[in-house]
């Protein structure tokens, strides 16, 4: 299934409309390519909303000279413009008296005061967020390119396990260079973040970076890692035992399992975040702990590795129909080890939808 | 030769008591890393500059407990708090009527916003750049580090050719990771960029990503990439022709070999930066290829990939001694095929110092 991007335009055009503005400057990238594919480092877009019919004519991508072909092959169905400062020409542009929304969780205070002087009779309105609003539900496009990411995770997870990857005596940085080639064996276009690979006490630090701290039984071995396809991460962590296990491993392998799995089981549309939370929370607290779990249960996942909705104690909204997030809760025991159990999934209606497929049982390798 | 963070935030704190404030908030995360040491993904650092001995005291770094163990490792010598939101809890905290500095090409609109509320009595001046201008000179850690790196590309590039990774039939990609893992193996911590091998046709496109086209006998082949040590990035680029060069190809070779030695041995402090790239472009427009040359001569380098000073036909100001730049001209014949060299150098009063030790003969793999 084709992206269909004038769809996406349409609905941000809606949300514009209903705030009486009749544009949107778009200049964070990750929303250019949302909303019309384009993946150059440097463009501006404007959003005509001053009517349903002309809107899409009037809407104009600018981005530079390096991208003359790829702008005309990834945007075939707008107007392109070329220039170096793509968000000033476009400003320049502006009809007078026109109220133009900017995504002031991205513009800088300079550009806000440069591109003030640069259209001094229109206005300028601070408007956060419009556009993530729209990403927080995810189109089948969408869900089938993280379906395509977690696939090449899960591929290459357990290629790593079958070929003995996790054997005692190799470093976490080996591992986890392994992984990553694995991801883009399997189909990954890129890795969605630096993979965490953190082994004995290293597992007690939710995110550590791969040292040539040696791999030795007896020890968690905790992998935190994602693939990108089409510009959509996946993400997911695995805690495995190397060679035996011991019971204090078990305990807290078990409740870091109950507890992710009441995070799963209270994702549904129309859920409070912090509800969420608080249901694979309360299974942790209830063991005593609580003090434990350092972070909050999840999080958004898509064209960015973290996006909205975020999924904490202290988050506010509720989870639509559609949404991509995380559940990841973590018990971590300083010294001595620590256990993250984290899928990727869909809220539905029918319930989640888990694109992570790898077993969560406690594996011993 | 270990980090002077402390030189470092001393000569900021010059910078502004010669500019009547009596403090930066830095959030920059970059900016963090090199006043600081540390690398985290959460920090707002306050640098208190009211006077110069109890300066230091004040002074105080804030992050999120997920970094309670790595700050008073990496950040010994300040003072740390623990918070979430930490540049607001340093805003909070600033003493009535002080003039403290924001970084305004940073901070967004709705922080500026945000910020100005929780710190009604203190003026905080939108101020960019500052600690970007000190960054653009470095020291002798930071130049360690980057010839570290540019080591690593090198020695990585060497052992690609001597196994005859760039031979006919392999694909970009497959090139692509090879050079990336061998970067790796040859002791960086991580790639710059996404490595840019261009083969063919493609190598007409200044930026363009690996692809299953296949390497082919009497083709130009392109990488542009680098190795990250320490923080630091290196950057280069070479072409190379497989197992034959036409007489176009070779012209064409020469041209650009002959631009960025104009580039390179116009190199020297004081020296403006828009005639240091008119000094290689003059040569590419004298054969009359000017129109093919179709972006900036070259680009400030370190703990970002692209920092500054820009080196381009538009640019303002002039390089400095320490400064760290890439010389990088090409030229573009759509269809056909390009030529880009960049080095990474050292601007000295002396001349310029070459990291990047690879030949740019013209090889033929």
């Given at each position: ?12 055009r ?16 990750t929303?250019?390519?949302?909303l ?11 959003v005509?909303?001053t ?6 004519e009037?809407t ?14 990834q ?16 400003i ?66 357990a ?25 883009l064996?399997?189909?990954?276009d ?18 550590h ?21 089409g ?10 035992v ?5 019971d204090?491993?078990?305990d807290?392998?078990?409740?870091v ?46 064209l ?13 909204g509720t ?14 025991i ?17 319930g ?14």
């Amino acid at each position: 299934m084709p992206a269909d991007h004038g769809s996406r335009r349409a609905a941000l055009r809606a949300a514009l409309a209903s705030r009486d503005l009749d544009a949107l400057l778009v200049t964070n990238l990750t929303n250019i390519r949302y909303l019309t594919g384009f993946t150059g480092s440097n463009a501006a877009l404007l959003v005509d909303a001053t009517d349903d019919e002309g809107g899409e004519e009037r809407t104009v991508i600018c981005t530079d000279g390096r991208y003359l072909t790829q702008v005309g092959e990834q945007v075939p169905d707008l107007r392109a413009e070329i220039a170096r400062a793509s968000a000033a020409t476009l400003i320049k542009s502006l009809p007078t008296a026109s109220a133009v929304a900017l995504e002031s969780h991205v513009v800088t205070v300079d550009e806000f005061a440069a591109w003030s002087l640069l259209a001094p009779d229109a206005r300028l309105d601070p408007v956060p967020g419009l556009v993530e609003e729209l990403r927080m539900v995810k189109d089948e496009h969408e869900v089938g390119l993280l379906r395509a990411a977690c696939a090449a995770a899960d591929s290459a997870l357990a290629e790593l396990i079958a070929r003995g990857g996790l054997r005692p005596g190799r470093t976490e940085r080996e591992v986890g260079r392994e992984l990553e080639a694995l991801m883009l064996d399997h189909g990954a276009d890129g890795i969605s973040f630096e993979t965490i690979v953190a082994t004995g006490a290293n597992s007690a630090i939710p995110h550590h970076r791969p040292t040539g701290t040696v791999l030795r039984g007896g020890d968690f071995v905790k992998l935190d890692f994602g693939a990108e396809v089409g510009g959509y991460h996946s993400d997911m962590t695995r805690t495995y035992v190397l060679e035996r296990a011991a019971d204090w491993q078990r305990d807290v392998y078990a409740l870091v399992e109950r507890s992710q799995k009441a995070g799963r089981d209270a994702l549904r549309p129309g859920a409070e975040v912090s509800a969420v939370d608080g249901a694979a929370r309360r299974v942790i607290e209830d063991a005593g702990y609580g003090e434990l779990f350092l972070h909050g249960l999840g999080h958004g996942v898509g064209l960015e590795i973290h996006e909205a909705p975020g999924i904490g104690k202290q988050g506010t909204g509720t989870l639509l129909d559609g949404a991509a997030v995380t559940v990841e809760p973590g018990v971590y025991i300083s010294g001595r080890g620590g256990v993250r159990i984290e899928d990727t999934l869909v809220v539905r209606e029918r319930g989640p939808e888990l694109l992570t497929l790898t077993t969560k049982d406690l594996t011993v390798v």
